[in-house]
């Protein structure tokens, strides 16, 4: 059986996935991907984009 990577985030797999697809897809910094989420409201921290991608 497979583990969910997911497992012990605070935040939804949702939103994990969006913040990666962005910093990989555009020329992104971890400041401007966590300036695009407060703009809708999600706060995070640069580092944990970091750890993230």
């Not at 497979?2 to 962005?22: A, G, M, T």
């Not at 897809?25 to 989420?37: A, E, G, I, N, Q």
């Not at 706060?43 to 984009?49: E, M, W």
């Amino acid at each position: 059986m497979r583990q969910n990577p997911f497992k012990h985030h605070r935040f939804p797999p949702e939103i994990i996935l969006l913040v990666v697809r962005w910093y990989c897809r555009y020329p992104l910094s971890y400041r401007d991907v966590r300036d695009m989420l407060a703009e809708r409201g999600v706060s995070v921290d640069a580092a944990t984009i970091y750890r993230w991608v």
